[in-house]
């Protein structure tokens, strides 16, 4: 079996991979040069985002890819042979499967075992792009079980699951990201979809936010379903969960295991 390098970035997992690093490397040095917010003190939030991220790294290939390709039907991109009705079929599963996220995102806050799972994501007191890694395997095991069944139910095919989860991935390290951004284009972009300054408010320590702003790539469906929250994201805002402290590394891991995690 050939696993070169070439080879792997020649399949659709490769460019993934190859998509969402150089994109997470892009805002990770720029966030740096041009930060919204002041970074705090420390680099104790990197190596536990980091670390959590390593798991999910090594898991995947075990469990997470397994999971979408026992969804996915069929490893091609296209269901028929006009171009313009596949741009429409991907660019309705790619809606389809963000409303899902939607859906499913206010379900890990409002189901309280999910929620001690999401806490651990939340539980970050900054946010930048190393954020949008830091998520408990389970978390990451449990939606990638739970998509089945969108894409049970629409056939998506492998190709558009895949552009999906490429798409969502960028999406998430842009709405985490402490980029500094011009307010004027910030405010058109949001229009559309989620930017860092929606996406802060969610994670602002203040539960009324918290249960807000859900959306993942695209604003409407907060707008849509009346979660979308009034406050105005300011760089001094206190980032986490209301009156809690983040955790040590092997407390995050352990936490959706303890009552009060
Ligand atoms: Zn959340």
Same mark, same amino acid.
């Given at each position: 079996?050939?696993?070169?390098?070439?080879?792997?970035?020649?399949?659709?997992?490769?460019? %993934?991979?190859?998509?969402?690093? =150089?994109?997470?490397?892009?805002?990770?040095?720029?966030?740096?040069?041009?930060?919204?917010?002041?970074?705090?003190?420390?680099?104790?939030?990197?190596?536990?985002?980091?670390?959590?991220?390593?798991?999910?790294?090594?898991?995947?290939?075990?469990?997470?890819?397994?999971?979408?390709?026992?969804?996915?039907?069929?490893?091609?991109?296209?269901?028929?042979?006009?171009?313009?009705?596949?741009?429409?079929?991907?660019?309705?599963?790619?809606?389809?499967?963000?409303?899902?996220?939607?859906?499913?995102?206010?379900?890990?806050? !409002?189901?309280?075992?999910?929620?001690?799972?999401? %806490?651990?994501?939340?539980?970050?007191?900054?946010?930048?792009?190393?954020? =949008?890694?830091?998520?408990?395997?389970? @978390?990451?095991?449990?939606?990638?079980?739970? !998509?089945?069944?969108?894409?049970?139910?629409?056939?998506?095919?492998?190709?558009?699951?895949? =552009?999906?989860?490429?798409?969502?991935?960028?999406?998430?390290?842009?709405?985490?990201?402490?980029?500094?951004?011009?307010?004027?284009? *910030? !405010?058109?972009?949001?229009?559309?979809?989620?930017?860092?300054?929606?996406?802060?408010?969610?994670?602002? =320590?203040?539960?009324?936010?918290?249960?807000?702003?859900?959306?993942?790539?695209?604003?409407?469906?907060?707008?849509?379903?009346?979660? %979308?929250?009034?406050?105005?994201?300011?760089?001094?805002?206190?980032?986490?969960? *209301?009156?809690? @402290?983040?955790?040590?590394?092997?407390?995050?891991?352990?936490?959706?295991? %303890?009552?009060?995690?």
């Amino acid at each position: 079996m050939d696993i070169s390098w070439q080879s792997f970035a020649a399949t659709p997992v490769g460019v %993934k991979a190859l998509v969402v690093g =150089a994109v997470f490397i892009l805002f990770f040095t720029g966030e740096r040069i041009y930060s919204a917010a002041p970074y705090p003190e420390g680099k104790a939030r990197l190596f536990r985002n980091i670390g959590l991220w390593a798991i999910v790294l090594v898991a995947s290939p075990l469990i997470i890819a397994p999971l979408t390709a026992l969804g996915a039907n069929q490893l091609v991109w296209t269901r028929s042979d006009s171009f313009y009705f596949n741009v429409l079929v991907l660019a309705t599963d790619l809606v389809l499967l963000d409303l899902w996220v939607y859906w499913l995102h206010r379900a890990w806050h !409002r189901v309280p075992f999910m929620w001690r799972i999401h %806490k651990v994501h939340h539980f970050d007191e900054f946010l930048d792009s190393t954020s =949008a890694f830091r998520f408990h395997l389970g @978390e990451v095991a449990i939606s990638a079980g739970l !998509r089945l069944i969108p894409i049970t139910l629409l056939a998506v095919p492998l190709g558009h699951v895949l =552009a999906f989860e490429t798409l969502m991935l960028c999406a998430v390290i842009f709405h985490h990201s402490n980029l500094r951004i011009p307010a004027l284009l *910030e !405010r058109a972009i949001s229009r559309v979809i989620i930017t860092p300054s929606i996406h802060w408010v969610h994670h602002h =320590a203040v539960m009324h936010d918290t249960n807000s702003n859900y959306g993942a790539i695209f604003s409407i469906w907060d707008r849509l379903f009346g979660t %979308k929250s009034v406050t105005v994201r300011t760089y001094d805002m206190r980032i986490g969960v *209301e009156s809690v @402290e983040d955790k040590s590394f092997l407390g995050l891991i352990l936490s959706p295991f %303890k009552r009060n995690g």
